[in-house]
């Protein structure tokens, strides 16, 4: 098999390997570029197009929701190191990518894997002199001294949990540990990332990442978000993926009904108001069973929850108290800080200069002391459950 036919199987079976894959902003995934356009976040939180590839699609394991499980007849192939190289360097080179996302399947056991992949990223670095961004996705039960070699060869290393808990891994991937091949391998790439925390080269500075198939083994979207936030605070994870499962013909779970997008967008939402707005996951509006709203999103949910803490008077409000405001976000409440200070807000105008998104806040905020937005039953009325918009918004994949 010649290199363009193996890129046509490994770019392809990659997808696989990435949360959000399917679709992002209505763009689909091409293999024939084997780019991804909507990328990493790296430090500047900007998406990097990457080259991305399995470094082999032979897997011996069965992994319920995954087509490259071992029993599945499907076409398979590997590169060899230096067919990475040829690879990936003329892509980067023309400016075609910007950098690397390398994972692999279980070929010939775990950490001959491992190795096989981290030969690739060492001989671009040392052979061939690449200095750019990498981003090397590991296998559970990796053994200690690869996880080193990942963590000083790649500026992002990542470990995917795809459940959110033992009961839940074991559902879809019996043959893991959750404890032992996964959270002890992030528990070392964290402790080699702070062992070089205060030298002059950190390891992987662009962090740590995970991520999770949503719907696959029957969790919620609360034991999704708690397992996440444990996450950000005990090994300081960068950032946590969240992909919608589809089923896929040839696997046990391959008549399981398919995740709807919306409900990943709801998570994906209640992931951010954790990470940037000072939300705690028992916040979160869950119902009974422990999942998000479908028809709005997860921060006016919260609002309308709380009428008694709206309005606020933009003008005299804490920073940490505009965050909690629909519409305003981490940059638009800086703005506010900062220009409050030159003049008051006093009308939708100015509010609505700091953005589209920012008029939303109108319903929530008092302008030196005014209030222009709808009042409590409107707001219910406004936000209510629409079922033929909910019927379209779960048949969106």
């Known amino acids: 098999m010649n290199l363009d036919d193996k890129l046509d199987l490994l770019t392809d079976a990659a997808r696989f390997d990435l949360c959000n894959s399917f679709s992002q902003k209505g763009k689909r995934y091409t293999p024939q570029r084997a780019t991804w ?13 990457l080259f991305r590839a399995l470094m082999s699609s032979a897997c011996t394991w069965n992994c319920a929701y995954c087509p490259l499980r071992t029993a599945n007849d499907t076409p398979r192939a590997s590169l060899e190191p230096e067919e990475l190289a040829r690879a990936f360097l003329p892509r980067y080179e023309a400016g075609a990518v910007q950098g690397l996302f390398l994972s692999t399947a279980v070929e010939g056991g775990v950490n001959q894997a491992v190795d096989r992949m981290l030969d690739g ?17 590991l296998l559970p ?30 559902r879809v991937s019996p043959e893991r540990d959750w404890k032992v091949d996964l959270i002890e391998r992030l528990r070392w790439a964290r402790e080699w990332q702070q062992s070089t925390a205060h030298s002059g080269a950190p390891l992987l500075s662009s962090g740590l990442a995970t991520q999770f198939v949503v719907g696959a083994a029957g969790e919620s979207d609360r034991d999704l978000l708690g397992t996440g936030s444990w996450l950000y605070n005990e090994f300081g994870l960068r950032r946590v993926y969240f992909g919608a499962f589809r089923p896929v013909l040839g696997t046990p779970l391959e008549e399981a009904a398919p995740t709807p997008q919306v409900r990943v967008q709801r998570i994906q939402q209640a992931d951010w108001l954790v990470r940037n707005y000072g939300f705690g ?12 709203p479908l028809h709005v999103d997860p921060k006016i949910a919260w609002a309308l929850a709380h009428p008694e803490r709206f309005p606020v008077e933009l003008n005299t409000a804490s920073e940490e108290t505009l965050l909690r405001v629909p519409g305003l976000g981490p940059l638009s409440v800086r703005r506010i800080l900062r220009l409050r200070r030159l003049h008051p807000f006093r009308e939708p105008a100015h509010l609505a200069a700091l953005g589209a998104t920012a008029r939303r806040a109108q319903d929530f905020v008092t302008l030196d002391g005014r209030f222009f937005g709808r009042n409590a039953t409107q707001l219910r009325q406004a936000f209510a459950p ?11 994949f």
Do not use: C, I
């Not at 990796?142 to 009961?167: C, H, I, K, M, Q």
């Not at 996951?281 to 998000?292: A, H, I, N, S």
């Not at 629409?386 to 379209?392: A, D, G, K």
């Open 281 to 292: 996951t028992y916040e979160l509006p869950f119902d009974d069973g422990g999942d998000l």
């Open 121 to 137: 990223v060492e001989l671009l670095r040392t052979h061939h002199g690449f200095e750019g961004y990498v981003h090397v996705k």
């Open 37 to 49: 356009a909507e990328a990493d976040d790296t430090n500047d939180n900007r998406p990097k197009p």
């Open 386 to 396: 629409r079922p033929q918009l909910l019927v379209e918004q779960l048949s969106l």
């Open 141 to 170: 039960g990796t053994r200690p001294d690869g996880v080193e070699r990942a963590a000083r060869l790649a500026n992002r290393v990542s470990l995917n949990l795809e459940a959110p808990s033992a009961e839940h891994l074991a």
